[in-house]
Each structure stands twice: as structure tokens, then as C-alpha cells.
């Protein structure tokens, strides 16, 4: 067997034909390339190069030698590159439901932070309107937004959430300091957070009036409140971007606290797994951040 590294530096004097250049590319001295050209070709019984002047030229059984060589250390080359794949621990992936509001207004802008704490979990998020059984096939578990948590499930809360009419700059300007029933004659939206729970508190028992548009999305009530369509009753943590970016201006320093709250769900043996604990504590930090701007936001 011809040593490895002998038909390294056999190749690369050949493609270079120079052995202080072979050197360099191979961060070796000369001298090191030199010794093992003259290695091999004592191991073979025979000269690979013919030496012209300060360079090297192939001659016909170093010309033979190198079209084997490459085949062979391609071949070898390869296979360490798919055994280093093959060794590196793949990556776990933890399937998260959720509706496409939370994901879309809020998780997404934050996953990258996710990423960045946990390279080695992958989430593979799942969202849509319909809710998936957290535990069936398919979901491991589930961010959830209600009031009572689910049978036969693990479940904790990950925090209140606050209702604020919000509408777009050029809207809030007409409406920003109006008193809570001043607000009832400009267009409102609906969503899934009912204007009432918000007008109560304010001392407000008048009818309220037909909406302009309704949504069961509250990412969509959100676009339609920044295309000025009309005021809109947000909740808080999906807003927050949107209120720090300028699309969306707060009416009032009136919060009312949501009857709902978000929920971390999953089965008993699922809530064991390290991957879903540590999305737990990072839900939890991030959350609390994201509370402590919006706080900022609304005074």
C-alpha cells in the first residue's frame, strides 16, 4: 500500500508541476513535499518526474500514476464527507401548533432567537384555523389561546393577554385623546375580542354600533386596521410589532385584561422531553419581554 500521504503530494506537484507552489497549498515546507515525492517513487522503483530546471514535468508513468490517484482520492474524499455527515447529530424537531395569528404576528419575527439558543431543534410549526389534536399523530404540542386547559393534556399558562384599540396613523390622528364613547362614531372593526369587554370598564353601556367588517383571524383584523379601514380592538402581544414599527397607533392607555390566556399544551410524557421544556422556558422569556415593551408602547 502506497502511503496516503505520499499520494497527496504526488497530486498536488502534479497539477502544479512546482514544489515550493505543491507546498504552499498543502500548508507544508518544501522540503516535507520533496521528501515525499522521492518516498514514493522509492516505494515504486522508479521516477515520476523529470526535473526541468526549477519545475517538474510528468513523465509517462507519473502521467499513468496521476489519473489513478485523483480517482482514488476523489473516491476517498468523498467518503469523508459522508461519514462527517453521517456523524453529526441530526437535528430534532419539535412539531408546533398554533393559530396563524400568533404565528405570523409573533412567533416568526422572534424564531430566528430560537435558532440562535437552540441550533440542534428544529421547529416544524403547524398553523392553521382548524385546531390539531395535541394529543394526536402529527403535533407534539401546541400553543393555545383560551380559558380552560384541555382534557387529558399538560397544560400551562404562558400569560394574560391585554385588549387595546389600535388604528392607523392617519386614522389615529383624528382619534387619539377622544373619549371611550367618542370612539363609537368612527368605523369599528370586530374580531374575536368583543369591543363590550373593552367599553364596560370606560363606563360605556350605549349600544354599540354595527361593525364595518368582521374577522376570525386576528392577523387579518390587524392588516385591515392598518389599511385605515377602521378601529380595532388588538390584542396586545399580537399587535406589539406593529405599535413599535408605526403601522399601528394606540387610542387609549386603557388596557382591559382578555378572559383568555395563552397555553403551553401537550400529553404527560411529551411535557418530559428536553426539547419541549426548553421551549417552555424560552416561550416564558420571551413573553415576558414582549409584556414589558408593549408596556412601554402604551404609556
Request: with cysteine; charged share 15%; net charge positive.
Amino acid at each position: 500500500m502506497l502511503p496516503l500521504q505520499t499520494l497527496r503530494a504526488f497530486r498536488q506537484a502534479a497539477q502544479t508541476q512546482n514544489l515550493r507552489a505543491a507546498a504552499e497549498q498543502l500548508n507544508l515546507t518544501h522540503g516535507a513535499v520533496s521528501q515525499q515525492i522521492r518516498l514514493l517513487e522509492d516505494r515504486l522503483g522508479l521516477p515520476l518526474f523529470d526535473r526541468v530546471g526549477r519545475g517538474l514535468r510528468l513523465n509517462a508513468a507519473g502521467t499513468a500514476l496521476l489519473s489513478r490517484v485523483q480517482q482514488a482520492l476523489a473516491l476517498l474524499e468523498a467518503g469523508e464527507r459522508e461519514a462527517r455527515a453521517l456523524g453529526q447529530a441530526p437535528q430534532r424537531v419539535l412539531r408546533l401548533s398554533m393559530l396563524p395569528s400568533v404565528a405570523q404576528c409573533w412567533l416568526l419575527p422572534r424564531l430566528s432567537r430560537w435558532q440562535r439558543a437552540h441550533p440542534g431543534w428544529r421547529l416544524a410549526i403547524d398553523a392553521r384555523q382548524t385546531v390539531a389534536e395535541v394529543l394526536g399523530p402529527g403535533v407534539d404540542v401546541a400553543i393555545r389561546y383560551g380559558q380552560q386547559p384541555w382534557e387529558g393534556a399538560v397544560a400551562q399558562s404562558l400569560g394574560f393577554e391585554c385588549l387595546v384599540p389600535v388604528a392607523s396613523p392617519s386614522l389615529a390622528a383624528a382619534l387619539r385623546g377622544l373619549a371611550p364613547a367618542d370612539l363609537l362614531r368612527f368605523p369599528m372593526l370586530e374580531g374575536t375580542a368583543s369591543w363590550a369587554l373593552w367599553m364596560q370598564p370606560a363606563g360605556v353601556l350605549e349600544p354599540l354600533p354595527e361593525p364595518v367588517a368582521s374577522f376570525n383571524d386576528a392577523g387579518l383584523l390587524l392588516q385591515a386596521a392598518e389599511s385605515g379601514l377602521g378601529i380595532a380592538l388588538a390584542r396586545g402581544l399580537l399587535v406589539l410589532d406593529r405599535l413599535r414599527d408605526g403601522r399601528l397607533l394606540p387610542l387609549h392607555t386603557l388596557q382591559v385584561p382578555s378572559p383568555r390566556q395563552y397555553w403551553l399544551v401537550a400529553s404527560a410524557p411529551t411535557w418530559q422531553r428536553p426539547e419541549v421544556q426548553a421551549l417552555h422556558a424560552w416561550l416564558l422569556v420571551q413573553l415576558a419581554e414582549s409584556e414589558r415593551e408593549l408596556a412601554g408602547l402604551l404609556t
